[in-house]
């Protein structure tokens, strides 16, 4: 028969044991967690691992088949974005100049980087005048900044939605 203090000693050790286990067992799962979260942010803006495409054909529009848009990078916010410019064709016409960005957390963001002024909200999107004195809007889907210019008289109702089209497709890539 085992005495008190051998039998106290055992179940302290036990409880010791045990704690520790499922110590170690949350630092692991803390890690994984953080190192998930990290690696996805980080993975939509670095061209290397998940480069920036335009889509073909998002809707009715087909994109110009002679240009090979690549993405870049460009300064927004206090850090780096992706960027691609491609201009979209419906039917033989020259419809909408698009510039895509990602990692986009507000409109905002766009607007002040690209220097639009007078920026107002239409329907889902921001819409106001470039430097060069084109309107354009900026619509978002997910983390993805579309930037839109219409080239065949467009209302900005219609670059809007346009651009929103262009958005979700690269989203759902």
Known sequence: MSTPRATSS??????????V?????????????????AGSRSGSA????????LPETPGDFRIDPNQKPEPTTMPLG??????????YYQGNVKSLLVMAVRPVDQLSELVTELDISA???????LCG????GQDVCVVRADNVGVVG????GQTLEQVVEQSTTVAKTIVSQ
């Open 119 to 125: 920026a107002r909200t239409v329907g889902d999107g």
């Open 21 to 37: 286990v499922v110590v170690v067992l949350g630092v692991v799962l803390l890690v994984g967690w953080l190192s998930s979260q």
């Open 10 to 19: 055992k179940q302290m050790t036990i409880m010791v044991t045990i704690a």
């Open 78 to 87: 206090s850090g780096q974005a992706q960027s691609v410019t491609g201009t």
């Open 149 to 152: 210019v219409g080239l065949d």
């Open 46 to 53: 670095n061209p290397a691992t998940n480069p920036l495409v």
């Open 129 to 132: 005048r470039y430097p060069t």
